[in-house]
């Protein structure tokens, strides 16, 4: 009669069989693809994932400034009156919150030569080096404006996003400000970039009609004009905006 085998050798065979069984299925795995590890502890794929914590959402006033829709935009005190000069004026308007206030760049609401009777009125900004301000300071030159000849005032004191045109509720909104400096500045003309620029003189009409007439804002002379960045699509128009601008040189040279 044969002896029962001793157990450890059974226990050595059963091991022999559960390496061969794992290579085995390990082989099929990899066949199928499965041929990285994800986690070091298993995981039940089936089970619903845990709840995510509730995050909230931007702001209705974010998504629609997002999108393009109108928001509600803070309007500036009207009671600027008793500010006594240009240094007091820029302070109130930094501390001024309005979307379009940039801490890191100066607002230019009225720059350059104040002192020289001569106000460049244009909506916004422009940005060195662009197409736009470059056909500006040729605009100006042209008539003997150097940038140290005049000053230049804006609608807004910083630019728009992506320098597109200003809306209503922006150059409603910075409108006490821009009245104050032309009152402390006291030009005795004003070269008028555009129809917005324009409709500070209450003109309720287009630039077509209003360019090369004289009007006026708080009794100061103003002459409208081709905004620069119309003339750059519309190159047809520079002929009428050479005759605008000789006009204002003639007026310059006879004050």
Do not use: Y
């Not at 590890?37 to 298993?42: G, K, L, N, Q």
């Not at 702001?59 to 006594?84: E, F, H, K, N, Y």
């Not at 996003?161 to 821009?178: H, I, K, L, Y």
Request: glycine share 8%.
């Amino acid at each position: 009669m044969a002896l029962p085998p001793h157990s450890g050798d059974v226990d050595h065979g059963l091991s022999q069989v559960a390496a061969v069984d794992a290579a085995s299925a390990l082989a099929w795995l990899v066949a199928a693809g499965a041929d990285a590890a994800v986690t070091d502890a298993p995981r039940n794929w089936l089970a619903a994932p845990p709840p995510r914590p509730d995050v909230p959402g931007p702001a209705p006033v974010a998504i629609a400034a997002m999108l393009g829709q109108p928001v509600a935009i803070p309007r500036a005190d009207t009671s600027l009156s008793a500010i006594p000069d240009f240094a007091a004026l820029e302070a109130a308007l930094l501390a001024f919150d309005h979307p379009l206030r940039r801490i890191d760049i100066a607002p230019q609401l009225l720059t350059g030569n104040i002192a020289s009777g001569t106000i460049i009125l244009g909506d916004q900004p422009e940005s060195p080096g662009t197409p736009q301000a470059a056909l500006t300071g040729r605009m100006l030159a042209a008539i003997g404006l150097a940038p140290g000849d005049c000053a230049r005032a804006h609608l807004l004191p910083w630019a728009t996003p992506g320098e597109r045109p200003p809306r209503d509720a922006e150059v409603s909104a910075f409108a006490p400000f821009r009245a104050r400096a032309l009152a402390l500045a006291a030009p005795r003309l004003i070269l008028a970039f555009g129809e917005r620029a324009v409709s500070l003189s209450g003109e309720a009409r287009g630039i077509a009609s209003a360019r090369g007439k004289w009007l006026a804002i708080d009794g100061i002379p103003m002459l409208a004009i081709f905004h620069p960045r119309q003339l750059l699509t519309q190159p047809e128009l520079k002929r009428l905006a050479w005759a605008d601008l000789q006009a204002f040189e003639a007026r310059l040279k006879a004050q």
